[in-house]
Structure formats: C-alpha cells, structure tokens
C-alpha cells in the first residue's frame, strides 16, 4: 500500500470525483464500523478533529465518557472501485483517541501496536501476517435476506460449472487488486459454497487492516451476485467449517528470524521457542482467536479442523504446521483460528504467546508426525496432546486463567470482551433449540 501525504489525498479525492468518506474503525467483537462525511470535512478529519459518539460502540466506554475521536491513518486512504462514478466513496482505518489525546486503550488496532511495540523491545522489527480467510456463498431470497441454499456443489479446487461461484469469486478478486492487494490465490475449498481467497502477507497492523477490508469487499460483490457471503465459521453440520489460518513469521531488519539453515528443519532457536509459546497458551487464547459459540462446532474432529494441541512439519491435523518453504518464507502456520475473530485481538495474543516462549527460552514438544484424528485418547496423552477447549465457556474459563493473555489485552479490551462473550454463552445456553425438540418432544 502506497504512503499517502496529505496533499497526496486532496489530489486523488478531487481527481476521482470522490464525495463522501468513510472513518473506519473495528468494535471489540471484530466488527467494522463507520463514520460517513461528505468530502468537505475532509480537512476536519485530517486534523484529527472528528469526533464521534463512543458509548454506542460494543465494549467501548459508558455514556458518561462517550466522546472519542477518529485518527485517520493515512497509509489506508483508498477508494471503493465499486461505487458510482458520479460521485465516490473513499475511506481511512482510524485509530481511537480519547479526548486529551492519549491513545484509546480499548481499541483492538491500538492494543495491537503496544504489543507490537514490546516485540520491538526483544529486537525484532516485524511480525508478519499471511492469512488464509474462508467464507460461504448462499443464495438471497426473494427479499434480500439470506437462505441456506449454497449455489455450487463443488469441491476443493472445482472448477465450473461445478463451481457457481467461481464468476463472483473472480469479481471479487479484481476488486481487490484495484485497491492494491496482491492476491496469492482463489479457489473453491472442500466444502460445496466455500471458498478461499490467499493475499501476500504484511506486517500484523496492515495485514489485519487487509482482513477487515477484504471481509467488506467479499460481502459487497457477492450481494451483487445476489449471493450471501459469510464469515460465520460452522454455517452448516456435517461439513468442513471456515478457518482462517494465520502464517506468522519474526523478522530482524531483512533477516527472517524464524530460518537458521543449519538448524534441524532450518529453524531458528527463537522459531523453536515461538512455537513453545504457541502451544503453551494455545487452550487460553482459543477464546479469542474462535470467539463465538459456533467457533466450537467447527473445532471437532473429522472436518480437518485442529482441535488437539501440537505441532508437525508435514501433518495437517496438529494445530500448528511447518509449511515447507523456507528462507524469508519460514513461518509459523496456526490453524485453529476462524475468521469470526477480531484479526487485532487475535494477533496480540498470537504475538504475545510466541513472546513469551522466545523471552522464557520454552522447548517446544516432539513434533507429531501421525494423524492425530486416528489416536486413540490414550495415545494423545501418552505423547502430551491436548484437547482444544471444547465450548465458549470453557474457553473463557481457561482465558481468564493466563496472565500472559490477559495482558496482551489490556484490562479495558479483557473485561469487556470476557463479559460481552458470557452473556453471549448465557444466551445459547438458556436457548431452546430445534435439535433438543426433534429428540424430546415426543419421546418424554
């Protein structure tokens, strides 16, 4: 992404016809939001003098304390290429400030670089992101709202006519690389309706940017196709779910911190360690990398989900794997992520536990070679595998546990995030559901 300068933006926005702005930030749960001006508050905005009403924002502050305002980020100024040429939309990611000026502490991208910030400290320059979001394609009813009829009956890697939505997929990638990103890949996934869009990796605070914007772009063109896409990671029982594997890797200047040539697998000490970290807090951040109810039904065996806690450079079913490629390419792929999580908040606490193992020198455990899916209980503890937690609760549960997570946080995103999830689980849990009375109603 190109670096705007002020005047850069002035220009672009009076030579594209540009009428109105978006001031884009993302709520605790991962949500975007937005604050739209016309094009002649452009000047207030650059300033840093838009304000906006922050006690209306999940997990934000009381109505007491609501007034907050919008730093737009200037390296985020780009164009929607969808909208009318008679007059387009532009927008910038913002970050949060309170009043006084001081950073906001319960916005996700802030939290993000303080944790950034302390890897700096250990003398790293970057934490780089790769990730890898899966989405479902429905069909919209007559009214606009979705079904759960998928419009394809393909496969991994079909192609059409099997594969309907290989013609929205196509716009939706084009879209994309007019607004600069560099698509990797695009193909249909395993399951009939889902599909996979890859785009180069960037360091965490961009990359995270680029998984909010390529959410907002998916579902724009699809609804254009007259299609549904969703981000929800288990939309439908009895088939694979969405993930959104994360590709992380360390670096120190030009130098991947991860590749030691000489190493065993060609991995460094501190990839060695990161991994160790990784394993470590892997049942306590699972609430915040999967963090809805659904998250857990995808986390089940059998739908190559990862739900046990190890570690392989050739096996698929661990929770992490060792991609081949090495050089600057070595990284760290962590699979139980699903795109339902805040990328922000998902980063600092993926960076903040490889951290820890790097700072704490961990040793990670042998990795495992086998298919995990066809050990026994016995056997998985017999080699120190450890299930992933198996519901929301539990998964809170375990978060509130782990100092090191809770810190990656901060105390404000914590507590909200933790009471905003609980009265979600409470809200499931007093639920009656279709499945309990297609079993009891007739039977008791």
Known sequence: MP??????????????????????????????????????????????????????????????????????????????????????????????????????????????????????????????????????????????????????????????????????????????????????????????????????????VRACDDIQTFKLVVKTIARKHGLHATFMPKPLFGVNGSGMHCNLSLFKGSKNAFFDENAELQLSEDASYFIAGIIKHATNFTAVTNPTVNSFKRLVPGYEAPCYVAWSARNRSPLIRIPASRGLSTRVEVRSVDPAANPYMAMAVLLAAGLDGIKNKLTPPKPIDRNIYVMTKEERLENGIVDLPATLAAALDNLKSDEVIVKALGEHLFEHFVEAKEIEWDMFRTQVHPWEREQYITMY
């Open 3 to 204: 670096k705007f300068t002020r005047e850069d933006i002035i220009k672009q926005v009076e030579e594209n016809n540009v009428k109105y702005i978006r001031l884009q930030f993302t709520d605790i749960l991962g949500t975007i939001k937005n604050v739209e001006i016309p094009v002649s508050q452009l000047g207030k905005a650059l300033d840093n003098k838009m304000m906006f009403d922050g006690s209306s924002i999940e997990g934000f502050v009381r109505i007491e304390e609501s007034d907050m305002y919008l730093y737009p980020d200037l390296e985020t100024f780009v164009i929607f290429p969808w909208t009318s040429e008679k007059g387009k939309v532009a927008r910038f990611i913002c970050d949060i400030y309170n009043p006084d000026g001081t950073p906001f502490e319960g916005d996700p991208r802030t939290n993000l670089k303080r944790i950034l910030a302390e890897m700096e400290d250990l003398g790293f320059t970057d934490f780089n992101l790769g990730p890898e979001p899966e989405f479902f394609l429905f069909k919209l009813d007559v009214n606009g709202d979705p079904t759960l009829e998928l419009n394809d009956k393909g496969g991994y890697f079909d192609l059409a006519p099997t594969d309907l939505g290989e013609n929205c997929r196509r716009d939706i990638v084009l879209e994309l690389e007019e607004m600069g990103f560099e698509i990797e890949a695009s193909h249909h996934e395993v399951a009939p309706g889902q599909h996979e869009i890859d785009f180069k990796y960037a360091g965490a």
